[in-house]
C-alpha cells in the first residue's frame, strides 16, 4: 500500500490545474478517496484538530457491510424460489441457488452503479468538484428493491432519471429531498406497472448464461402481500405449502431481493446503530407506527379490506417494511434532523405504510410510498419542532424576567 500511496503522490500533479490530466481531475481524485482519506479534511494525516475518524467514504462502507447479510442471503433466495418454481429439489444445493441468484442480480447491479456512477462522475467534471461517495449506497441498495428480473434497459433509465432529477439537480450527494433508491423504484412501479408488480415478476425464472433448471411457461405466484390482498390469510409459497412464520421471518418467500428477510434486516440494523450510522429512533418509532396501525385495522377488520385481517406484528415480516424501517427511512440526508421530529416522522411512516397497504386492495405494499411521503414533510416536522422550543424558551425567559 506505501508503494500505492506513493504512485499516486507522484502522478497527482498531472491530474492538477495546468497538468496534463487536468480535465480528468475529479476522476483521480475521487480513486484516490476511495483508497485513502484525504489530507486535506479534519481526518487526515497533518492536521491540527481531529474531531472524529468517520467521513462519508467510511459511512458509506458501514452501510454497504450492514446491506450485506441481506444482500447474500437475497441472492439465496432468489435461487431457492427458482429451484421450486422449477419443481427441482432445493436442499444440498445451496452452492447452486447463490449462484444463480448473484448471476441474475448481477446484470443489474452493474447497470445501477454504471449508470449511476457514470451521471455522477461525468456532473463532477462539468461541475469542477469532487466526486461524492453517496452512490456507492445507492447503486447496491437499487437491485434490492426491484423484483429480480427487471429489464435492464428500464433499470437504467429508472436510474438515469432518479439521480439526475432527484439528486444532481438539487446539487449532489447530500442535497437531495427524496431517496433516491426509491424513486429510482417508484418511477418503475408508475412507468412500468405490469412489470413491477402481479404474479409473475417476483421469482426469477430465467437461465442466465444458460445456468439453472427451466422453469415452465406460465408459471405463476404471488407475494404473500399479492396473496393476502386477494382474500388468502393462509399464504403459500412457490412450492404450495403454507408459509410458517419462521419462514416469513427468514424470508424464504418470493419478494425483492433485499426485502424479504426480516431477520438479516434487523442483523444489518444493529450493525447501523452500533456504528451510530442511522437513528435507532426513526428505526423503533416506524415499526411501533406500523403495530398500532396494523392494530386498529384488526380491530375494525371486514372482509372487504382482507389485509386489516393480518395480525400487527405480522405486517413488519411481509412485504417490504422491516427494509424501509431499517435502510430507507433512515436515510440521514431525507429523514428528520431533529430529536422529537425523528419520533413523528418514524411514527407515521409506520402508518401510513400499513394504513396504504391495508385500505388500498391495488396496491398491497406501502413502505415505498409512506417513506417517499415522509421524506416531503420531514423539512415541516423538523421547521415545526424547531418553532416549538423557540416559543417555549421564549415563554420561559418572560416568566423568568417577572
Known amino acids: 500500500m506505501a508503494s500505492l500511496r506513493k504512485y499516486l503522490d507522484k502522478i497527482k500533479p498531472q491530474f492538477e490545474p495546468g497538468g496534463k490530466y487536468q480535465a480528468l481531475q475529479s476522476v483521480f481524485e475521487g480513486f484516490e478517496s476511495f483508497l485513502y482519506s484525504p489530507r486535506t479534511t479534519s481526518a487526515g494525516r497533518y492536521t491540527t484538530h481531529i474531531h472524529d475518524s468517520i467521513d462519508s467514504k467510511r459511512t458509506m462502507t458501514i452501510v454497504i457491510l450492514a446491506l450485506l447479510p441481506c444482500f447474500v442471503f437475497g441472492m439465496y433466495n432468489i435461487g431457492y424460489q427458482h429451484w421450486l418454481a422449477a419443481g427441482a429439489n432445493p436442499e444440498g444445493a445451496f452452492w447452486s441457488l447463490l449462484f444463480?441468484?448473484?448471476?441474475?442480480?448481477?446484470?443489474?447491479?452493474?447497470?445501477?452503479?454504471?449508470?449511476?456512477?457514470?451521471?455522477?462522475?461525468?456532473?463532477?467534471?462539468?461541475?469542477?468538484?469532487?466526486?461524492?461517495?453517496?452512490?456507492?449506497?445507492?447503486?447496491?441498495l437499487i437491485p434490492m428493491i426491484c423484483p429480480p428480473e427487471v429489464s435492464l434497459w428500464m433499470l437504467a433509465v429508472a436510474t438515469a432519471f432518479s439521480v439526475i432529477f432527484v439528486k444532481e439537480v438539487f446539487g449532489g450527494t447530500g442535497y437531495n429531498l427524496l431517496n433516491v433508491a426509491l424513486v429510482t423504484r417508484a418511477f418503475l412501479f408508475f412507468a412500468y406497472p405490469a412489470h413491477m408488480s402481479g404474479d409473475k415478476v417476483f421469482v426469477a425464472t430465467g437461465q442466465p448464461f444458460g445456468f439453472g433448471p427451466e422453469v415452465a411457461d406460465g408459471f405463476t405466484c404471488a407475494t404473500p402481500l399479492g396473496q393476502i390482498s386477494q382474500g388468502t390469510l393462509d399464504v403459500s409459497g412457490v412450492g404450495g405449502h403454507v408459509l410458517s412464520t419462521w419462514d416469513a421471518f427468514l424470508g424464504l418467500m418470493p419478494g425483492c431481493m433485499g426485502e424479504t428477510s426480516t431477520l438479516f434486516i434487523l442483523i444489518g440494523g444493529v450493525l447501523l446503530m452500533l456504528a451510530g450510522i442511522a437513528?435507532?429512533?426513526?428505526?423503533?418509532?416506524?415499526?411501533?407506527?406500523?403495530?398500532?396501525?396494523?392494530?386498529?385495522?384488526?380491530?375494525?377488520?371486514?372482509?372487504?379490506?382482507?389485509?386489516?385481517?393480518?395480525?400487527?406484528?405480522?405486517?413488519?415480516?411481509?412485504?417490504?417494511?422491516?427494509?424501509?424501517?431499517?435502510?430507507?427511512?433512515?436515510?440521514?440526508?431525507?429523514?428528520?434532523?431533529?430529536?422529537?421530529?425523528?419520533?413523528?416522522y418514524g411514527f407515521l411512516t409506520g402508518v401510513i405504510a400499513v394504513l396504504i397497504r391495508t385500505y388500498n386492495n391495488g396496491y398491497p405494499e406501502g413502505a415505498m410510498l409512506a417513506v417517499l411521503l415522509m421524506n416531503c414533510f420531514a423539512p415541516l416536522i423538523d421547521w415545526c419542532v424547531v418553532e416549538a422550543n423557540a416559543r417555549r424558551r421564549l415563554a420561559r425567559l418572560v416568566r423568568s424576567q417577572k
Do not use: C
Request: charged share 10%; proline share 5%.
Open 279 to 344: 437513528s435507532w429512533r426513526v428505526m423503533l418509532t416506524v415499526f411501533a407506527g406500523a403495530l398500532f396501525m396494523g392494530w386498529v385495522a384488526n380491530i375494525f377488520a371486514t372482509p372487504t379490506y382482507p389485509m386489516a385481517s393480518v395480525e400487527p406484528w405480522h405486517q413488519l415480516l411481509y412485504g417490504g417494511l422491516a427494509f424501509a424501517a431499517v435502510f430507507m427511512a433512515t436515510d440521514p440526508v431525507t429523514s428528520a434532523r431533529t430529536t422529537k421530529g425523528k419520533y413523528v
Open 100 to 140: 444463480y441468484g448473484f448471476l441474475t442480480v448481477l446484470p443489474r447491479l452493474v447497470v445501477s452503479y454504471v449508470v449511476g456512477l457514470g451521471i455522477e462522475f461525468v456532473v463532477a467534471q462539468w461541475r469542477h468538484e469532487e466526486i461524492q461517495e453517496g452512490f456507492l449506497v445507492t447503486g447496491i
